[in-house]
């Protein structure tokens, strides 16, 4: 008798991959391996484990990737300063490509010919999971039963829940789909696809509405090491736990949430919620230390690099050469990227506000407006002449044309 083939799917215990699991089971004559990866959220992976059984799983996994997200993918964007479209921080798209290399793991130690996963055919999902998967491991086919399946919403999900038993915390009335991990929360879906509706205080998961946030400030100290959060108010901590203690102080003042429209990389725009307290205190903090220790081309070219390393990671392009090449640039430029950045919470707010650093170029005899012996004010005439040349030679130009006239 021949062996069943097996599918292993990317499993969350959510709306989507549960009445995936069980829609597998009735469409394919195949084994179902779940596979979740803890990447920081707020889950009960005994729960899900339990829950992957119950529902149809011949197998399932739970993976502790924290300390890999961290060092491996957080970090790195980190160190760019990555940001899409000058606001989304990144936080799925940094953790897509981790779990999909460990879902191809998975399925190569299993001898499992596919992968299936919960993204929709609208998403940026699906590219991000599937070039990873091409990336690594070719021979492995895809199944996306958003693009294949007949249901046409997360109503028609619920409806099937329902007749099959499958518990949720998903409802009619509070049907947002979230993605969350060490970095951040987003929130889509429901009554946030009307841009002119604004969001409801209780989307909030990991930050305060800014006005409950309190009406004192607060600041943190944060120590980098070559451009990585190595210590936070003078107490040295790993990465994980750093992050989870920020976000517990960004979001009691409300900081990183944003309500946005972004576009996605399938050519529409969708507009969606994150909340990113720890990741904002840390981004802001990490740029105010580069403008105190980077010469000012290198910041430049770094801000260019920045933005599109941004882009290849929302579009799903992380195990690229071109994303390597990027952070061998960002390694050279993080090496003096060392010191400290206090910063200031209020109402959503995280200002850096004092900066120190080693490697720092600020130098207080050139730059005062007292007296100093280190600079010569009127070498300033000389520089301006050359610098302005090409200007004053166009306007000579521009008066002799009007003189022939």
Known sequence: ???????????????????????????????????????????DFKYIRKKAYATGADNCYILDLKDEFVTGYIWPVVKAGAVYEDDYLLGTSMARPLIAQKL?????????????????????????????IHALDPSIKIIAPWRIWDFKSREDLLAYAKKH?????????????????????????????????????????????????????????????????????????????????????????????????????????????????????????????EKLVLDRDTLYEKGILARRYAQLVYDGKWFTPLREAIDAFVDVTQEVVTGTVRVELYKGNALPCATKAPASLYSEEFAT?????????????????????????RAMQKQKSKKRK
């Not at 012996?373 to 040349?389: M, R, T």
Request: proline share 4%.
């Open 104 to 132: 191809v793991e998975i399925a190569q130690k299993e001898g499992a010919k596919y992968i299936a996963h919960g993204a929709t055919g609208k998403g940026n999902d699906q590219v991000r999971f599937e070039s990873t």
């Open 165 to 289: 038993k499958i518990p949720l915390e998903q409802s009619a009335k509070k049907i947002w789909s979230r993605d969350q991990n060490l970095w951040h929360i987003s929130h889509e879906g429901g009554n946030l696809e009307d841009p002119w509706e604004m969001h409801p205080d209780n989307v909030h998961v990991m930050s305060k509405p800014i006005e409950k946030a309190p009406d004192k400030p607060a600041f943190v100290e944060l120590e980098f090491a070559k451009g990585v959060p190595v210590a936070l108010n003078g107490k040295k901590m790993k990465g994980a736990a750093l992050l989870a203690e920020l976000n517990k102080i960004g979001g009691k003042h409300g900081v990183g949430t944003i309500d946005i429209v972004e576009n996605r990389l399938v050519g529409m725009k969708s507009r969606g919620v994150y909340e990113t307290p720890g990741g904002t205190i840390i981004m802001n903090a990490h740029k105010a230390l």
């Open 1 to 43: 008798m021949a062996k069943k083939e097996k599918i292993v799917l990317a499993y969350s215990g959510g709306l989507d991959t549960s009445i995936i699991l069980t829609w597998l089971k009735e469409n394919y004559d195949a084994e179902v391996i779940a596979a979740d990866g803890d990447v920081g959220q707020d889950d």
């Open 369 to 393: 407006f007292g007296e100093d012996e280190v600079y010569n004010q009127k070498d300033a005439e000389g520089f301006i002449n050359l610098f302005s040349l090409s200007m004053k030679i």
